[in-house]
């Protein structure tokens, strides 16, 4: 019988591969308790902690990024590292892991979207919002994204926060997001968007509509843009009607959506256009890129618990230079781990890696936040959701097999060349960042490629 884990003599090792909301919120979680015997390493891909917070939360949201503050706390608890520029996959497998941790949580999020399955989605011009976001957002993965806005007429796919957070972007005055933490290039080709209409398509009606009503008067107060509505896309069918009395959150919606469509348009130089019950059935080429969307109307049907939007056979073709799917981010499959390809998402029972043909656990691993749940919810969705993983590792404690080799970790990484930049390391990137924003009056001019994070650690 091994040596109890979690004790003075013999404290817990557990790796969390993801330094996202919910890789921070499980390790808080585990840490709760101050008494308790537990060392965490943080290991992140990237050299930059804090997943989307950093790299997805609009720029012009900067007060919602402020939850990296409760972040660092958990990143300064002595009993915890953080291992950033340390790739799951390509600089550690799951053997390294198991052979040196206890327990080991995955927590990657979602790193690709979800498509629309139809042609033309490859033209040059279409474009996932995982990749235009992180493009904006200054992801070293994406910085050399083909976005091109010398063009006149867009399309987002999509009516959740994503969605409304690309058309915000499109759309708002560059001189205001100047003073915001989006990046250099994005700002630049912004500045020179050509960009006039942008045409937010939902599949379903105004009652079904996912994005919350602080969000949809966001996008009606934009300075110099006319947020339009077309009052006859806001007839309801009997079912929305009846879903509509039960969620007070569609009633805000479509009474917000009721005055803009009787307002109408009052000449601002750019318009966003909403649109309801239409799907994409094509992206149409023009000289080698996207030229248009081929729309299908849809009706309502119930289906299950709710209403399905169908096909009615009625096209109409809409002129789009850019298109922006915005229909949910996915998860990949993970080297090593079992994947839930329907779902998306690494099959678990409330944070418990299981083997989907047997339903049996795999031992000291557990899964936390979008790559457990699939790409819902917000930040604050992750504590509950971390908090029940990391109850269920506590839970395992007694008949967990002790790794053999606690603390090798370091000693792969240096074999293997593997430049870790620590949490020290971070801020003094964090410090670096900001005081280059602070000369042009914005909260932090983000380093863009990892190869200038490193050289910056150098002093180069
Ligand atoms: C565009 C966008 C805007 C959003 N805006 C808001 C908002 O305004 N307010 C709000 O409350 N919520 C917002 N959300 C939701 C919120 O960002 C998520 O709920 C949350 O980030 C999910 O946390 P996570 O830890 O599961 O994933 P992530 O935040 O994606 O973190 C995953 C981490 O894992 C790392 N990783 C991935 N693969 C590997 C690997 N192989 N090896 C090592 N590390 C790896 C990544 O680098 C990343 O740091 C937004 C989401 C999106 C997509």
Redesign the pocket.
Known sequence: MSAPLATRDRPLRVAV????????YTAAALLADRGRAVTIDL????PA?????R????PD?QK?KEVARVFERVALDPRVRFLGN?????DLRLADLEHCYDQIVF?????SDRRLGVPGEDLPGSLS??GF?AWYSCHPDFLDLPVDLGVESAAVVGIG??AI?VARVLARDPDELATTDISDDALAALRASRVRDVHLLARRGPVQAKCSPAELKELAELSGVDLLVDPAELELDVGSAAELAEDPQAQKNLALLRQLAARGATGAPRRIHLRFLVSPVELVERDGRVGALRLERNRLEPRGDGLAARGTGTFEELPAGLVVRAVG?RSLP?PDLPFDERNGVVPNRGGRVIEPATGAPRPRLYV?????RG?T??????KPDGAETAAAMLEDLPATEPAPEPGGIDARLAARGVRVVDFPGWQQLDRLEKERGAAAGRPRVKLARIAEMLAALDGG
Do not use: C, E, M
């Open positions: 591969v993801g330094a996202g909301p919910s890789g921070f290991i992140d891909r990237l902690p804090y997943g989307l917070v790299y997805g939360v609009a949201h919602i340390v790739d799951y996959g390509r927590a990657v999020g979602g790193q919002s995982t976001v926060n994503v957070d981010y993970l936390a936040g979008w790559v457990k790409p919810g917000l930040i604050g969705s992750n």
